[in-house]
């Protein structure tokens, strides 16, 4: 498991012995991380984004240094630092193809980088904050929501908009591609997580459903929310110290988990098993099985 904390630190963590067994510093929060395909580096930037995905080399991470960085796993050292930002990077994502990374920052910017190169791929501008970034399934398309509560699919062969999808009333928090890579996911901070048709001839309103019951408070956490790993479940962290677990189908709330003692700011799934992994302002990281 790997944890990115307002300490300043990316930590991995042994699931079995629950014991932390490499701490790498960063000088500043850390925002988000996740890991890529592979798995031997790991890239990180800045705070309340934690990502447990199945063993992989490189991890990904934003950060309030307006930055992103590649760790080496195994020497426990930052090999790659990625500049261009001018603002907090909020949010990242990584590609199947384990090259290509995304980021969405405060400076109004959604920017794509090769992890093989220093500098920024394309630069995409959007007019206020961004605050959520994830590919779509080919990575031909990368969707952004920010403060504006609008969804925005950005082409990037042409680096335009090509699809806007409206419904939110407040700032988009979180992102997430379904398993099957046809519908996304959004948390926003107007109580609701809905779900998003994104296939290229889906029907004029795309937004299929709403779960409504995860809070979000006046500390205004960047929420996040995800899919069980064969999408017939929804997961979102809460203010109110609570796990939310609805079934796709039905809407219904199948458990709200307590447990945290500050708000949950960051949920995931295991890719095979049906364990769930939640993280907390309460500086803990719970794991637990759903059934």
Not at 104 to 125: I, P
Not at 214 to 239: D, M
Not at 258 to 270: I, K, L
Request: charged content about 25%; overall charge positive; proline content about 3%.
């Amino acid at each position: 498991i790997c944890s990115g904390s307002d300490d300043g630190t990316v930590r991995l963590w042994d699931s079995r012995r629950r014991h932390c067994v490499k701490t790498l510093n960063n000088k500043y929060q850390v925002t988000a991380v996740c890991f890529n395909e592979k798995a031997d580096n790991i890239m990180s930037g800045g705070i309340k984004q934690w990502y447990q995905r199945r063993v992989r080399a490189h991890l990904v991470s934003a950060s309030t240094d307006k930055s992103m960085a590649m760790w080496d796993l195994e020497a426990g050292v930052r090999v790659r630092r990625f500049k261009g930002h001018q603002s907090f990077v909020n949010s990242c994502d990584v590609s199947d193809s384990p090259t290509m990374i995304c980021s969405g920052s405060d400076d109004g910017t959604v920017r794509l980088w090769d992890s093989r190169r220093r500098h920024c791929v394309k630069t995409l501008n959007n007019k206020y904050q961004v605050t959520a970034v994830c590919f779509n399934e080919k990575a031909d398309n990368i969707m952004s929501g920010g403060i504006d509560n609008h969804i925005k699919m950005w082409d990037l062969k042409h680096g335009e908009v090509s699809l806007e999808m409206k419904g939110h009333c407040d700032t988009i928090t979180c992102l997430s591609l379904s398993p099957d890579g046809n519908f996304v996911l959004s948390n926003s901070m107007d109580n609701t997580v809905r779900m998003w048709d994104v296939r290229p001839f889906a029907p004029a309103n795309r937004c299929l459903k709403a779960f409504v019951g995860a809070q979000h408070n006046f500390e205004k956490n960047l929420i996040r929310c995800c899919w069980s790993p064969q999408g017939t479940k929804i997961v979102s962290g809460s203010s109110d110290r609570m796990v939310y677990v609805w079934d796709t189908s039905s809407r219904k709330l199948l458990y709200k988990l307590p447990g945290h003692t500050g708000s949950v700011n960051d949920v995931d799934c295991h890719p095979t098993q049906p364990i769930l992994m939640t993280a907390s302002s309460d500086k803990s990281i719970y794991m637990g099985e759903l059934k």
